[in-house]
């Protein structure tokens, strides 16, 4: 039967499992029906456009005027050489927003994406091609990496770079791939409430699970707008707890710690109830059917949980109920 609540039921479990160092799957459960993608939909689309990446903006070549031009000993044109560039996944190793970073090669040798790292930044696909020499080849170039979010293009960078260099369109984004899956999940044989897992997948400049709490500290801060109109700071304000360990302290005391008769206790404790917690959680038909529970301790029974504020006028919340079904599995582990 269906019951009048005051509040949508608060979910109790997240779980991360880090399948590896660029992928994490991140699972959250259980929400009220429509809750799920209430918050999974905005929460990918925050994790897509607001993770903070690093990106080349713009290159200036040593012997070219502009990108259609050709540098002399290197196979590529610069359209290649830039497009491979563009490719390479940069990691500034200080806090800097920007940095400029020269390179210089000569000679015979294939250049590889692993060739760029240095003092300043770190490259996090080091296996990338960039560029074929040939034994007169010298290349010498300067790259200008910055710090962003989402797709910038490069006509919207022309004023930012020099004007002697090449500005790049910049691709920030250090996350690959970001979807979710819901499900229904069971609870107390309800089930209509569903389970939310994230499938994120990054280029290894920031991790995944990195990216999912940058995105919910991202959706916390936009939702600060409306303090003023709730007189309340959203992003500071407690959440309180429905059920921390005080407020389950009554539903734990033993069974043996009730004073109930010795007939009473043994036929509890044959069918393996150790807690008042449990019984609580029973309804009075699977007390009843407890082995050999005679009516006298039926009554006993239900006079302790009187005692102990556990009558029929008792309403356990979904919340409370949840968590307590949790701590009494791992006590009786």
């Known amino acids: ?144 990496i910055s710090k962003g979010i989402g797709y910038v293009p490069s006509e919207d960078l022309r004023d930012e770079v020099a004007n002697d260099a090449i500005a790049l369109d910049a691709f920030f984004t250090p996350v690959r791939k970001a979807n979710y899956s819901i499900e229904p999940v069971l609870v107390e044989d309800n089930p209509s409430f569903e389970k939310i897992t994230f499938d994120i997948v990054t280029d290894a400049q920031i991790g995944p699970v990195e990216a999912f709490t940058n995105a919910l500290e991202v959706m916390n801060k936009q939702l600060s707008i409306f303090n003023g109109v709730l007189d309340v700071d959203i992003s500071t304000a407690p959440i309180k707890k429905s059920s921390d360990e005080s407020e389950l302290k009554p539903f734990l005391q033993t069974v043996d710690s009730l004073g109930l008769s010795a007939r009473s206790f043994n036929s509890l404790d044959r069918a393996g109830i150790k807690y008042l917690g449990e019984l609580v959680l029973m309804s ?29 006028d008792f309403d356990l919340s979904d919340v409370t109920r949840a968590h307590l079904v949790k701590k009494l599995e791992q006590l009786k582990q």
Do not use: W
Request: hydrophobic share 40%; glycine share 6%; charged share 30%.
């Open 284 to 312: 009075e038909n699977e007390i009843k059917n407890i082995k050999n529970l005679g009516k006298k301790s039926l009554d006993e029974i239900n006079e302790c949980l009187v005692e102990h504020g556990f009558g029929e």
């Open 1 to 144: 039967m269906r019951k009048i609540k005051v509040a949508p039921f608060m979910p109790t479990e997240v779980e991360v499992n880090e399948i590896s160092e660029n992928r994490a799957e991140i699972t959250a459960y259980p929400f009220e029906s429509g809750y799920a993608v209430t918050l999974a939909h905005p929460l990918r689309r925050l994790i897509l456009g607001s993770s903070i990446g690093y990106a080349p903006i713009s290159v200036k070549i040593e012997g070219a005027a502009h990108e259609f031009d050709n540098i002399r000993g290197m196979h590529e044109d610069v359209a290649v050489f830039i497009i491979n560039l563009k490719n390479i996944r940069f990691k500034i190793k200080d806090e800097s927003d920007r940095v400029e970073v020269n390179y210089s090669f000569a000679g015979h040798k294939e250049v590889t994406a692993q060739d760029l790292n240095n003092d300043l930044v770190e490259v996090v696909n080091g296996d990338l091609p960039l560029a074929t020499l040939n034994e007169d080849a010298e290349l010498n170039f300067t790259v200008v």
